[in-house]
Every structure is written in C-alpha cells, then in structure tokens.
C-alpha cells in the first residue's frame, strides 16, 4: 500500500514504509514483492492471474532505477520474490540458449534442460537482496502446459532443476498454489522450506473465510518436511488506502494467531502509517525471531474421531514444551481436554483465556465455557500443573506462543531476546482459589537473562 499519497510510486514510498518501520522499532527480517513488480505478457486479475512473465526483473514502469536500486534504498533488506508461469514471448525464450516446450493453445512454456536454465537464472539476481524464490501458480504452470501431461520425467525434472539451481545460488523456496503432487515432490528438493496453506488474502468476496484456516494442510505439508505458511495479512482494522485491498481486516489477531503458529514466517503488509505494533509484536521477539511453537498447528483427532470433515473443523491445537495452545472459531462454546486430543484422566490443568485473562483447572471428562474475544473466536493456554508445587507456568501472556522455546529454555534455566529487551513471565497458583502471578525481568544487552524465581 502506497498509503494516502497516491501520486507516489513504490520507487519513492517504499524506503519511506521501511523508515517508517524502523521509527516503530518493527524488526522486520524480510521482504516479499509479490507480483507486481516484473512485466508479463498480458493483464492480470484481482487475484493475480493472467499472463506469463517476460522478463523477471524490475519494471520499469515500478522500479525505474532497477531492483538493485531498490535493495539499497531499503539498506539491503533481505527479498523473498514472486515468479509465476514462464511466457512463450519472454526474453529467456527468444535470446537464451535453452530449448523449450511451448503450449501452442495458451503460449506458456517450460525449458527442456530445467537444471540447466535454473542454475544460469538464479545467477542473474545479483544485488537484490533476493534470499528466498517463490513459485506461485505451480498448479496454472501445469494446466497450461500440455507436454507436462504428455511428458512423464518433465514435472520432476522441472521441481528438481529449480531446486538444484537455487541451492547453487544459496537461495531457498516457497512452493505456492501446489497440487499435491507438488507439495510430495518438495522432499525431493531440499531448497523447498515452506509452502502456502491458506488461499490469497482477500476481502468480501466468497473466498474470504479461505484465506486463513491451515489445519488440514499444515499436517500435509508439515509430515513432508516443510512448514505451512500463512498467507500475508493486514495487522490493523485500518482501511488500507493504496492497497490493493482496502479493507479494513475485521479479524487481523485470527491472521497473527494462525500466521504465528504456522511456524512459517509472519508477513504483515499494511501500508504506510497503518501497522499495529502491539499486534505484530506479539509474534515475536525485539529482534524479530518469531516465537513459535514445537510444530504447526493442526486440526486435532477429536474432529475426525467425531465424524467430522476436516473443512468443518475450525478448533486447531499444538504446542511448545508443556504447554498447548488451542484456537476456536466458534465462538465462546464449551472445552474439554480431549478437544486438544489429552487423553489422561490423571492431571489437572491450568487454563488460560488469552483474551480475557480468565483462569480455571479442568481434568479429563470436564467441560468449561471457553469465552470468545473480542473478535468471536477464542484463545487459551492449556498447561498442567505441578503435582508438588500446584503451579503452571503459563509464561509470556502477551506473546501469542506464551513458552516459545526460542525465549525460554526450561533447562538451563534461561530466557532469550533481543538487547535489553523486557520479558513478562506468569504462573497460575493453585491455592485458596486460583491466582495469577506474574513477575517481569530485563534482558542483558547479550539478549540473555534468568528466569525469575516463582
């Protein structure tokens, strides 16, 4: 979003986006440039698709100086760049030495030798910043190229080739709109680190509700090797001016909870002047290393055990240490153990309302009203606790992960972060009742402190 300035193009407004993240203190470890930026060889729609590319480099319509240019501007801000679905009329066709398959219908092509082309192109970034390479629309590359339904090697060829050529650059890969059979040969390519789990991030149109759920697709993507990322997302309820969509997002912690427990990367993009910082930061730490869980959340097997279609499962679970972190999207509705797939009779738990700051205990067999926030949905901690001390430690009640293993190492005893940064860590008491105790420490300019005593 080019914000209320709209005479102003992204070569301009850009560096003023990062100083301004920099004036909030938002760490951000990455960029990604979706679409927009390179020429293709026809229009494209709302959603992104259309034409093939040409010439994956800056337009110069967009970046007039280059993306070179643009990497410095941004003082060298790590890139993760979006490719689609290679065009019969792109320069790599007509002036590159490689021979190609070309779709006589739709004109979309893909190079005999993959290996081959990858490893020349992925030498041509020099100077972007370019860290990681996205492949979006795998599933238009393979529906508008007929000699992959006539080729039998050519779909491996073409994910190993691209695969072998961004390893020899040292660059990773983002799978992005994959068919199955996309995301199963991603164990063959080792640059492969995530894939999308969710649709576009749209507003207001039938595909809203798809543009956030990664339950199911997660425990594909997850069991494989890579993690299931969540599409990028509004922060704020901001009407986004510039943006290509407006808005404004009515549920942006649904998109910061799922994007966090994705274990992927977490990509606000609001435009300038409309990021909300206490959101955002609640993902991660001051240096921007996300807090995340042990593994992606998932749909849990008390909905399949139930009869339930995965689709019509919106409660999702993981965890980090002891602690299990469950979402809802049904609103306040009642909660039991084995919702989030605990089984054991034997312990009790402390339960956490992320929302409201509501305690309970529960054991297996009860049920308690989970109350949603103030978006619909509901948000708790479970943990158990001590048989000894009648305490759970509950941890970081303002960060999404609470007992992310990156802050605190149980262990040793110590607790992780950025220079100075300061850690809330809380405990629920079992006694007369149920109380909250909370105690807060600074870190060191190393980013290392103790963990408070309880």
């Known amino acids: 979003s080019t914000g ?63 993306m070179a240019n643009i990497n410095e501007l941004l003082d060298d801000m790590p890139t993760i760049m979006h490719n689609r679905q290679w065009s019969a009329s792109s320069d790599y066709v007509k002036n ?168 992927a990367m977490v990509g606000p993009m609001d435009g300038i002047n409309l990021l909300n910082v206490s959101r955002v930061m609640s993902t991660c730490n001051s240096r921007g290393e996300i807090l995340k869980p042990d593994k992606p959340v998932t749909t849990p097997d008390y909905c399949y055990i139930n009869g339930k279609k995965g689709e019509d499962c919106v409660s999702y679970s993981t965890s980090s240490g002891s602690n299990i972190y469950f979402f809802d999207n049904n609103g306040s509705a009642n909660f039991t153990l084995d919702m989030i797939d605990v089984n054991d009779d034997t312990l009790e738990y402390a339960l956490y309302n992320w929302y409201t700051g509501s305690t309970y205990t529960i054991k297996g067999g009860e049920s308690i009203v989970l109350e949603a926030g103030y978006e619909g949905h509901s948000y708790a901690v479970i943990s158990p606790f001590d048989n000894i001390t009648d305490i759970a430690f509950i941890g970081e009640t303002d960060k999404i992960v609470t007992n992310s293993r990156a802050r605190f190492d149980h262990k040793e005893g110590l607790v992780r972060g950025g220079e100075n940064e300061r850690v809330r860590q809380c405990w629920i008491v079992k006694g007369d009742g149920l109380r909250t105790v909370c105690k807060e420490i600074t870190l060191t300019e190393d980013g290392v402190g103790l963990m408070a005593p309880m």
């Open 4 to 66: 209320e300035d709209t005479s102003k193009t992204y070569e301009e407004v850009l560096p003023e986006v990062k100083a301004y993240h920099d004036s909030l203190d938002i760490p951000f470890g990455h960029w990604q440039f979706d679409s927009w930026f390179y020429p293709k060889d026809g229009p494209v729609d709302h959603g992104g698709g259309g034409g093939g590319v040409t010439n994956w480099t800056a337009d110069p319509s967009i970046f007039p100086s280059g």
């Open 96 to 263: 590159w030495e490689f021979e190609w398959f070309i779709d006589d219908e739709t004109q979309i092509a893909i190079p005999k030798d993959p290996a081959a082309f990858f490893t020349r192109f992925f030498q041509e970034q020099k100077g972007w910043g370019l860290t990681m390479y996205e492949q979006d629309w795998i599933m238009k590359q393979y529906d508008l190229t007929d000699s992959l339904f006539t080729n039998l090697t050519l779909a491996n060829l073409w994910h190993r080739g691209m695969g072998e050529g961004a390893s020899a650059a040292g660059l990773s890969i983002q799978y992005c709109m994959p068919y199955p059979n996309d995301i199963l040969s991603s164990v063959m390519n080792k640059a492969v680190t995530n894939i999308r789990a969710t649709d576009d991030y749209f507003h207001g149109d039938d595909r809203y509700e798809s543009n956030w759920p990664i339950g199911q697709t997660a425990m594909l993507i997850h069991a494989l090797g890579a993690l299931p990322f969540k599409d990028g997302f509004y922060s704020s309820t901001n009407v986004q001016t510039g943006g290509q969509e407006v808005g404004p997002e009515l549920h942006p912690d649904r998109h910061a909870i799922m994007a966090t427990l994705s274990t």
